[in-house]
């Protein structure tokens, strides 16, 4: 079950499951965490690869770790759930960076039946400079887990395109870099983790900030 949420990511005391909140288009949230290092001086950003079986971007590179917000929990709490269950990662509340908020809306098709999703994102970063061969992913959800070169990772991103097509959210077809990765969110985290390398980061928000101003993609 998922919590009906405002505009500012509040729960509204109502319920939905997720089925229901796609098929009416109710707002709901979820978190969205990646993860950087800073290895001989070049900054990294691990992506993981979402499993074959998945009917949305099977194959697909995505965020480091995601997903939608069981009633009854916070981001943050929701956000450090998925990084465990995914990927292995066992993170403190202070951890995790806050980069900003997105709502997001779709409204099309999904298996030739109609898909809304309406969405109150928090974006997070979180350190973490171990290979990547040492996260333990889930493998139902996904394939493994990869780090690329910011700057290379930023390039191909921009270049390879996504589109929603047959009904089917899925990469671009013929794209030389399959993804389902949105770039203004990547250079959103991208720009807070350099700020955070440089030491030019300023204090960490609050729930209460978490719930600022936002943008519509």
Known sequence: MLDEVDLEGRPTGRTADRGRVHREGIRHRTAHVWIFRTVDGRDEILLQKRSAAKDSFPDCYDISSAGHIPAGLGFRESARKELREEL???????????????????????????????????????????????????????????????????????????????????????????????????????????????????GGATEHAEAGPESVV
């Open 88 to 202: 292995g990662v066992t993170s403190r509340p202070g951890d995790l960076h806050f980069c900003g908020r997105r709502h997001f809306l779709y409204n099309g098709e999904f298996y030739g039946e109609p898909f809304h999703d309406d969405q109150v994102t928090a974006i997070y970063f979180l350190v973490d400079d171990r290979p990547a061969e040492a996260f333990r992913i889930q493998r139902s959800e996904l394939s493994g887990v990869r780090w690329f070169g910011l700057d290379d990772c930023l390039r191909l991103v921009r270049t390879n395109p996504t589109q929603q097509a047959g009904g089917v959210r899925k990469a671009a077809a013929g794209t030389a870099f399959r993804h389902c990765i949105i770039p203004e969110e990547l250079e959103l985290a991208a720009q807070c983790y350099v700020r955070y390398r440089n030491g030019t980061e300023e």
